[in-house]
Structure formats: structure tokens, C-alpha cells
């Protein structure tokens, strides 16, 4: 028996996506309106921030001899468009580790890199660097940089300890959160919030979720409380820090 | 019949005993170079019967050449037992033959040994015959060898461990054309199957030798003064009656099902144990040191009872049982047999053993066991076949020993009785899939795991791929466990502040994780206080005094077995066979009668009722929880598409409830809903196919098959790394390869184990071809007897489709403002 039909639903080629209606995530003056797929768009700078996209994460384990499907650029650049189809944005920045690692670059297939190049064409792209990809390629268009301000909010990497009036947006740590409902547990990737800080989810298609209750977490906020967006299938979710795990 | 040598009747007349006709009838058949299979009950001396071809062939003088027989056993501790017993006839006839196990346990230095100067005897167990066939020395070490001895074979042909066992053996066979395979079984129920397997496929299958039936059991089902439950798995009621049977016996072993029930029952006994007997419990979660400590015990007679699972169900004798105590239904009728055989391991006196049913479908199901095992009935298993994940193993694992030829190892493959069906197609894809991960976008030649030669042979494209594979090869695939340690909660300048201490067992981490903070659960015998995780599991401390939010594993739930169900609709549908059942019950199906009605043994009832603003449709297959839980799956579909508006459904053991808006009712007799179409074979067709890709189900069935055939590595505890960058999630490749490549082999194979696993697709169709044109409808004003356990089952599971948002949902309190807003 055939398993499964032949013809790709539409629906699986990606996650869905779409800008949320009813949240709204601020930070520093800034509204940040959460998207589905895991992408934060700035409707005042019309800018779109995306993280952790891991591309040829899939190649670069088969070097290894580990033989992942080799789909997951295709995946994820597909779903990256759907948001720029969707969004519009007149700027594009990459949170770091959009490269799985810095000879990405030789491994990627033809169709993906002209699918890359024509971005940066059409959107002002900043890659910023990431531990995975200290060096993103320069071939493909876009500016390379360690850290960009928005405003008043320093986009980079990995989250770092904040002073007084510093605020922050960071990927990295790919935060995942759980809920407990009816004796089930349901979990997803999400955005973390606390007003200083939001750190975003992993974009990628080979990128999973990190539980917010992990060690790294507590390292970069305490006692401090937060709100999680999670990631539903259809909608995303706002959840107090104590509700999820 | 061939004759033992001196040596050997002497050691028997000096025991006073004489060799059985089935050990010589086994013995005849090696001589003659002969394979055989010997079914026997246990305590038959069957495993001496396996291995005395073997004992006389090297009594004679002989050159220690290379490993002579090979036995495996599919227990490690079985593997150690059976060396130890072979041991005393050895020595005792003054024998120079040279026994040796080999198990995971056994060290490197040892295994390096073996390799250089193999014993006369290797124990050993499955997977360790694939290591051995994937080491370059194998032709060389087993270039000698006479004798196969597979014991427990009913045990192993099962499941995917047997699968990937007749793959070694046939190896084992180019190597070894001429060495017979002597299976050991407790009795099946078509001991021609096992036959088939144990021969190369083209060739007859092997002989059958049948060892002398013991006594028979003597089983009681447990009469009990309480109330028998309407529903539920809890044995609660009867724990009194339990605790009064253990003070009348020497030693008694109570069966469970599942872990958590072990954890009650154990809890409960030693709640009422004023007479302080010594009852230990014994798991497979359990800290294995926790475990030996039982073990010993029990085989020393310092216990009265012990409350175990399966882990206590395979051949191994542990000392003078005099009781086996059944906690809910046995579900099949040869596990109940090989369970009560725990009872005086002895051939010659009856076992005696009580079952004691846990609601009133279960006094039913226990009626039907009871009848079988008096007759000797076995449940009908059937050897699992063709893997195409266990192949993509094995294939890697040949790599490992050496180059290989394809149509040399394709023909190698199919001699193999559970891949004689497999094309040559379908192996060509394996091979690719275990080169290049067979995909259609040809992105890993250069990494390629298998290189051709100049030759044409494929061959290993790098040494440490030969480590990777000793690594995760197997075919055990266990839900990824979590060490449970007993926390110290210190307060340090007013900050709480939780160590781990000593270890308690082990538990699935699905579970731990959807705990909270001071959760209680029951485990290892004791109310636990849930403490959090840390990098080495999680931490737990002791709860005094309060009730625990009890662990509900997903794992030692067997399904009703297809035999015991047919009895089970006899027993229902012939009302005078209801005299022998317990008073309460036969009250119960009577009121059913009366109220409802009672349907034969070859229809299916269906009924329909009005409850508290809902309508109710309640089926009973009687074809367990798996097959029920995908048919209902199936049906609310269905209804959604006929406009019934279905809201949740349940499944049990026997019963399937759904619930709907819509009047079920009022639509069956204005002729808008047919239950003949509702219930077609067809739906096994899209239905089936669009809700299982959007599945949790599968994915979880795509995981282990990505484990098994080697795309996703193991996770050893304390070797993994945080685990982020290091793994990808299972359910993301899933979701990618199901998009970019659906006729995938691992998909495919992820479909097979699905439709016999966890959705039980093969059994929902038998059911469905049962039940054309003998479905009985019967529309009811309120709820009918026979309804009322699985109404009162309506629980976690009852949440219609997978309900991932609507939950979210719920849990973020949406739901119920939208139900509160006045407009």
C-alpha cells in the first residue's frame, strides 16, 4: 500500500503563518507584532526579524554520516517567503546562526541560492553573526554585522545582561514552552517577553524548541518574570511565566 | 530413537532419572542432521533437550576449532541463568567442553578473547548475534558450527527483535550452510508458523517435536463479597481478598498490567498488612539494583508476595511459587498460561492461580480466559515480517563485516522466512536509503555511508560508521527515560535550595515534563513530591500522607487478544452461559436485556441514547482499545461530514462512545444516516489516510522506525549534550519528509508498523468485514447497563481529533471567556 498520496497538501509544505491580531509584544517605545511562523515584524520601521534559520543544518549532519532529508532549506525559505509575501517589509535582519555553519555556503543547492539572492534584492538585508556562522557568505547580498540598534534596542545573537534603559532583542537559544491542559501537554516554540527583552524563536525547519525551564533561561532572567507567546497551530498563545514549563 | 552415550545414562540413572522421549526425539533429528522445533510446556526440561545434541556431540575428544553451538535467549539474565545450569551436567559428566555467554554486559577484554579462541558453547542474545555477524572475524569464528538453539522463540518471532533475528540467522547461514536450528517454544497456537520461520524459506519447514502437556492449572476468578466496579483498572475493591489469599500461601506472585497499577496494589497491600509480611514490588522501571535486591530475595524464600509486571514473565525460575494472583484481566489466554506457569515450576503438579477481575466487562473476560486455559487455547500470534527499517540495519550491520555484493546479499536476505516476500526493488531502495538516505534530491553522494568498488561490491565508507552502528543497533526503541532521584530540600539565606540523592528508577520524560512543582505521583512503592529537574533527571522527595496524582504510563497496556475477544461475545451472547458468573453481573447483563438487548456473538450493537443535552452513540466491537480508539478516529469524521456534529468519543477495552450535537437517533430513522455506511470497509481508505498524516501517532511509530533504521542516532543517558544543535527532532523531519517526499522508504515503513501497532488498522478491518449487515441498532430513551462502564470511562482521551489549539485555548482561558460574553 502507497502510504501516504502522492500529491503534497498544500498545508505540510510549511508551517502556517500570519501576523497576529490580538498580540502585541513592546519593547522600548516599539510595538513587535508576533508572527505564526516564528518571525516578529516592526509595523512602524516595516522591518521583519527572523532567527536561527540553521540553513544546511541538514548537510552539514550528513557529513557525519547522518542522512536527514535534504529539504530543510527548501522548507525554510519557502516559509520565509510566505512571510515577506505576506508582510512587505521594506528591511529584513537575520538574528545570527542563518547559516548552520560557516561553510554553508559551498553546500547549498543552486535553486536555494538564486531563491536567497533574489531576496536581498528585493528586501535591505542584514545578517548579523551568529556562533554558528561567524562568517555568513558575502556572495549573496546584504550587510554583514555582529549588532544593530532599532531604536533603542540592540538586536544581536546571544542575549547578554542588560543595564539600566538597554533593551534587547536576541534569538539563540531556540525557546520552546509546554502547557499542561486536561492531562495532556502541549508544546511549541515561543517568544519570551519581559518588557527589556524579547528572545525569539528558532525560525529554521530542522530547529526545535528548548524548554524556557532549562538552566539558560534562568541565566538570562532569574526570578524575573516573563510572558511566553506560544505557537499554536492555528493562533498563538500568551501565557504567564509560572502557567508553562 | 537414537541412544544416549554411557556417559550420559549413567548422569541420568544416577539422578534417577530417565531422558524424556521428546529430548531424544530431538536428539534424533540433530543427528540426522535435522533441524527441529520442540514445543513444550515449561518445566519440561526443554532447554536440556536443546542443548544435548550439542553435550554429546562434544563429549566425544575434539579440537577446539570454533564456536560449536550457538543458544540464544532473548534475556540477558536467562542468557546467565542458562550457563550456570549447563554447567553442572558438564561437570559433573567430566565433559571438556567450554561454555561462555556474551551479552552487553560482557567486556571488551572477554569479547576480544572469544573472537581470538571461541568457546565449544556460545549464550548469547539477538542482538548480539547481528554484532557477531558484523564483525570481519565472524566467518572465521563460526565456520564450525553445528548448532543453533533459539529458546523462548514464541517470545521473540513477534516482534521487530525477531525480525532482525532471522536476518542474522541467515547470515549465519553463509556462513554455516549446514548448522540446524533447534527452536524452543511454550505452546501457540499454530506451531506451523514458527516451523516456517525456523527454515530457509524454499525449503519444508522444520520438524515438530511436541514435549508431554503438564497438569492443568487450577484457576479460580476471585469471588468477592465487595462490589464488583462498573468500570476502571484499579483492583482496589478486592485487595482485602488479595491480602487474605497471600497469608494462606508460601509465596505468591501477583501479575499485573500495567506499572501503575503495580504501584497501587503495592501501596494498598502494605496498607493493611498488619501482619508485616515481607511483599516487594518489582518493575521494569525500578533501579536495577532495587530489582536484583527483589530477585535475590525471592529466589533465598525471604518473601511472601511480590507485585510485578512483565518483567517477571519470561522463563526464568525463581523459586518456590505456590500462588500466581491475576490483577485485572489477563487479555490474552497464553499470557494468563506462561504467567500461572510462574507457579510450581514443576511438571507434575498443578499450578494454581486466581484471577481477579477489575470491573464487570473484565468478570466476562476473565470467565473466557478461564474457559481457554482450561482447554489449553492460545491466543493466535503472528511472526512479525518484513521490516524495512530492521532490513536498512542489517544491510549496514553486513557492511560492517565486509563488503558485500547486492544480489548476493538480496539472495542471503530472502532466505530469511520473513523477507521471502521482499522484491528485489524494495531492497535496492534499503540499500540506497543506507548509502544516501535515499532521497529523490541526490544531495549526499560524497557523504555517502556505503561506496561502491571497482568490483561492484559495497563496502563501509569509514571505519567509525562500523562504531556508530554497534552503538544504535537493536531494535528496542524505549520512550526516552529520565533517572527519578531523591531530592534534599534545604532552605540557604532564604532561598529554596533542592540537591539529588539516591537514585529510584527511571520514568518516561512525556510524563515528568508535564508535571508542575510539588505534583505527587506514586512511584517505587512511595508517595513522591515532585521537585523539579536537573541536568541529571529529575528530583523528587517523599510525600507523607497525601493522596498522589497517580503516573498513567502509556506503556504495559496490552490489547485484548482477538481469541479471548471471540469467547468474550460468546459468553454475551448466550445468555445460558451467564449462570456461572458472578451474581451482580448476571443482574447487570440481565437488566441489559431487559432495558436494551443483548447482541449474539456475530452481531455488532449499536445504541443510541439522549443524555444531559447530548447524544450518544455507544458501539461495542469487543476488539480493544487500539483498534476501537482509530475507529473512532474514523467515525467522527464521518458523523462531521453527515452533519451529526460530533464532540468527543472514548474508547475502551470493549466499547466505543461518541457524542454529538445532532440527535444520532432521530437521523438513523429518518433514514439520513445509514449505520451500514457508517461503518463500511471504505473508510479504511482516505479517511484512514488523511487523519493518520496529520497524526501524533505516527509520528511517534516514524521515530522509532528512524531509530532502528539508523537516520536519527540514540540518546545515551549522560552522553548527550543539551541536545539543541546535536539532534533534530523527530517530528520535524517527519513533517519535512512527508512534504518534500512521501513514498520515502522510512515512511513507509512508519506505515506498516502503524497499521499493525499502534492503530491496529489490521484488526479494525477483520472487525469491519465481521460486522457487514450484523450490525444491531437498538435506540434507547437514557443510557443502557452495558453503557454505563464506558460512559464512566469518558476521560482524557475523549477530546475529539488531536485538539491542539482548543486546548491552548482552554488552558489560556479564552474558551470560557467567549462562553461567559453576555453578546
Known amino acids: ?245 | 530413537m537414537s541412544e544416549l552415550p554411557p556417559i550420559f545414562l549413567n548422569w541420568f540413572a544416577k539422578r534417577g532419572w530417565t531422558a524424556r522421549a521428546h529430548q531424544l526425539a530431538v536428539l534424533e533429528h540433530a543427528v540426522a542432521g535435522r533441524s527441529a522445533l520442540l514445543i513444550s510446556p515449561t518445566g519440561g526440561g526443554k532447554t536440556l533437550a536443546g542443548f544435548l545434541p550439542s553435550l554429546v556431540e562434544l563429549s566425544e575428544p575434539h579440537e577446539r576449532v570454533g564456536i560449536h553451538t550457538l543458544y540464544i535467549s532473548p534475556l540477558k539474565a536467562l542468557a546467565v541463568d542458562i550457563a550456570r545450569n549447563l554447567e553442572a551436567p558438564v561437570n559433573e559428566m567430566g565433559l571438556k567442553i567450554s561454555i561462555e555467554t556474551r551479552t552487553g554486559d560482557t567486556p571488551h577484554s572477554r569479547r576480544k578473547r572469544q573472537r581470538e579462541n571461541p568457546p565449544d558453547i556460545l549464550i548469547t542474545t539477538p542482538e548480539q548475534v547481528s554484532l557477531l555477524i558484523a564483525d570481519p572475524g565472524a566467518a572465521h569464528m563460526l565456520r564450525h558450527l553445528k548448532a543453533i538453539i533459539l529458546d523462548e522463540l514464541h517470545s521473540m518471532v513477534t516482534s521487530k527483535r525477531g525480525v532482525l533475528l532471522s536476518l542474522a540467522l541467515s547470515a549465519v547461514g553463509t556462513f554455516a550452510p549446514t548448522a540446524r536450528r533447534i527452536g524452543l517454544s511454550a505452546t501457540v497456537a499454530d506451531p506451523d508458523a514458527l516451523r516456517g520461520w525456523l527454515a530457509p524459506s524454499g525449503e519444508p519447514p522444520v520438524p515438530l517435536v511436541l514435549g508431554t502437556a503438564g497438569a492443568k492449572p487450577i484457576i479460580h476468578i476471585l469471588k468477592s463479597e465487595e462490589r464488583v466496579p462498573w468500570s476502571g483498572h484499579s483492583t482496589l475493591y478486592a485487595i482485602p481478598d488479595i491480602y487474605a489469599a497471600i497469608g494462606q500461601a508460601r509465596m505468591t506472585l501477583i501479575f499485573v498490567n500495567t506499572r501503575s497499577q503495580a504501584e497501587m496494589a503495592f501501596q494498598s497491600l502494605w496498607e493493611i498488612n498488619e501482619e508485616n509480611l515481607p511483599i516487594a514490588l518489582h518493575h521494569g522501571s525500578l533501579d536495577v539494583t532495587q530489582r536484583r535486591k527483589v530477585e535475590e530475595a525471592m529466589a533465598a524464600g525471604k518473601l511472601r508476595a511480590v507485585v510485578c509486571t512483565s518483567t517477571l514473565d519470561l522463563g526464568i525460575d525463581w523459586g518456590d511459587v505456590d500462588l500466581v494472583i491475576h490483577l485485572g484481566a489477563p487479555k490474552g489466554s497464553s499470557r494468563l498460561l506462561q504467567r500461572i506457569g510462574r507457579s510450581n515450576h514443576r511438571l507434575d503438579s498443578p499450578s494454581e492461580a486466581l484471577l481477579v477481575p477489575s470491573n464487570r466487562f473484565e468478570v466476562l473476560e476473565c470467565e473466557a480466559a478461564l474457559q481457554a486455559a482450561s482447554e489449553n487455547a492460545q491466543d493466535t500470534e503472528y511472526p512479525a515480517v518484513l521490516k524495512l527499517d530492521v532490513l536498512a540495519q542489517h544491510v549496514l550491520g553486513r557492511a560492517c563485516g565486509g563488503a558485500f555484493d547486492a544480489g548476493e546479499l538480496y539472495a542471503e536476505v530472502t532466505r530469511a522466512w520473513t523477507y521471502r516476500n521482499l522484491t528485489r526493488e524494495d531492497f535496492d531502495r534499503v540499500v540506497d536509503y543506507v548509502a544516501t538516505g535515499g532521497y529523490a534530491l541526490k544531495a549526499y553522494e560524497k557523504y555517502a555511508k556505503l561506496k561502491r568498488q571497482a568490483d561492484g561490491k559495497w563496502r563501509l565508507s569509514h571505519p567509525l560508521l562500523a562504531q556508530q552502528y554497534r552503538l544504535n543497533m537493536g531494535t528496542i526503541v524505549e520512550a526516552e527515560m529520565l533517572k527519578v532521584r531523591i531530592a534534599s530540600v534545604k532552605r540557604r539565606l532564604g532561598r529554596r535550595v533542592v540537591t539529588g540523592g539516591r537514585s529510584l528508577g527511571e520514568l518516561e520524560e512525556w510524563f515528568l515534563s508535564q508535571l508542575s512543582l510539588g505534583d505527587t505521583f506514586l512511584f517505587s512503592g512511595e508517595v513522591l513530591r515532585f521537585e523539579g529537574l536537573d541536568e541529571f533527571g529529575a528530583l523528587a522527595s517523599r510525600a507523607f500522607g497525601v493522596d498522589p496524582k497517580i503516573p498513567s504510563y502509556q506503556g504495559g497496556r496490552f490489547p485484548l487478544s482477538t481469541y479471548l475477544a471471540t469467547r468474550v461475545r460468546e459468553i454475551l451472547g448466550a445468555p445460558a452461559k451467564w449462570k456461572t458468573l458472578p451474581q451482580q453481573v448476571r443482574d447487570w447483563l440481565s437488566a441489559q436485556r431487559w432495558k436494551s438487548l443483548v447482541p449474539l456473538s456475530h452481531q455488532m450493537l449499536v445504541e443510541t441514547f439522549p443524555r444531559a443535552e447530548k447524544h450518544y452513540m455507544v458501539c461495542y466491537p469487543f476488539e480493544g482499545r487500539l483498534a476501537q480508539q482509530t475507529l473512532g478516529m474514523l467515525l467522527t469524521r464521518r458523523l462531521e461530514r453527515a452533519g451529526a456534529q460530533p464532540l468527543g468519543f472514548s474508547a475502551s477495552e470493549y466499547a466505543l462512545v461518541i457524542w454529538t450535537v445532532r440527535d444520532v437517533s432521530l437521523m438513523i430513522s429518518t433514514g439520513r444516516l445509514s449505520l451500514q455506511k457508517l461503518f463500511d470497509e471504505d473508510m479504511l481508505g482516505d479517511d484512514l489516510e488523511a487523519w493518520l498524516a496529520e497524526s501524533n501517532l505516527m509520528k511517534r511509530t516514524f521515530r522509532n522506525a528512524a531509530i532502528i533504521a539508523g537516520l536519527i542516532e540514540r540518546r545515551w543517558p549522560g552522553k548527550e549534550k543539551t541536545g539543541r544543535q546535536v539532534t533534530v527532532n523527530s517530528d520535524l523531519i517527519y513533517d519535512v519528509l512527508r512534504a518534500h517526499q512521501p513514498d520515502h522508504v522510512l515512511l513507509r515503513a512508519a506505515w506498516d508498523d502503524a497499521a499493525d501497532g499502534l492503530i491496529d488498522v489490521h484488526r479494525l478491518g477483520l472487525l469491519l468485514k465481521r460486522i457487514k449487515g450484523q450490525i444491531v441498532h437498538s435506540a434507547l430513551d437514557a443510557v443502557s447497563p452495558l453503557a454505563v462502564p464506558v460512559l464512566l470511562e469518558i476521560a482524557r482521551e475523549s477530546i475529539y481529533g488531536e485538539a491542539h489549539d482548543a486546548l491552548l485555548a482552554e488552558a489560556a482561558g479564552i474558551l470560557i471567556d467567549e462562553a461567559m460574553r453576555l453578546v
Request: with cysteine; net charge neutral; hydrophobic share 40%.
Open chain 1, 1 to 245: 500500500m502507497m502510504p501516504f498520496s502522492p500529491k503534497q497538501p498544500e498545508s505540510l509544505l510549511m508551517r502556517r503563518c500570519g501576523l497576529s491580531r490580538e498580540h502585541r509584544i513592546s519593547l522600548g517605545r516599539l510595538d513587535f507584532v508576533p508572527d505564526l511562523s516564528g518571525a516578529l515584524y516592526v509595523p512602524e520601521l516595516q522591518t521583519l526579524l527572523v532567527a536561527d534559520l540553521h540553513l544546511e543544518k541538514a548537510s552539514n549532519m550528513a557529513r557525519r554520516g547522518i542522512h536527514l532529508p535534504p529539504y530543510d532549506t527548501r522548507a525554510s525559505l519557502a516559509q520565509l517567503q510566505a512571510v515577506l509575501k505576506a508582510t512587505l517589509p521594506q528591511q529584513l535582519i537575520f538574528l545570527g546562526d542563518s547559516f548552520h555553519d560557516n561553510d554553508a555556503r559551498e553546500r547549498i543547492d543552486e535553486t536555494d541560492l538564486a531563491t536567497l539572492r533574489d531576496m536581498t534584492q528585493r528586501y535591505e538585508t542584514i545578517w548579523i553573526t551568529g556562533n554558528h556562522d561567524s562568517k555568513p557568505p558575502t556572495d549573496i547580498g546584504g550587510r554583514v554585522v555582529d549588532e544593530v540598534m532599532l531604536g533603542a534596542i540592540a538586536l544581536r545573537h546571544e542575549p547578554k545582561a542588560l543595564g539600566a534603559d538597554e533593551f534587547e532583542i536576541a534569538g539563540h537559544l531556540h525557546p520552546g514552552a509546554g502547557v499542561s491542559q486536561r492531562g495532556r501537554y502541549i508544546r511549541c516554540k515561543c517568544f519570551i517577553g519581559n518588557g527589556t527583552r524579547i528572545i525569539m524563536p528558532a525560525f529554521g525547519s530542522f530547529t526545535g524548541g528548548l524548554s524556557v525551564s532549562a538552566p539558560p533561561f534562568a541565566r538570562v532572567f532569574g526570578e524575573v518574570d516573563y510572558h511566553v507567546w506560544m505557537l499554536g497551530e492555528r493562533a498563538i498563545f500568551k501565557f504567564p511565566r509560572k502557567r508553562v514549563s
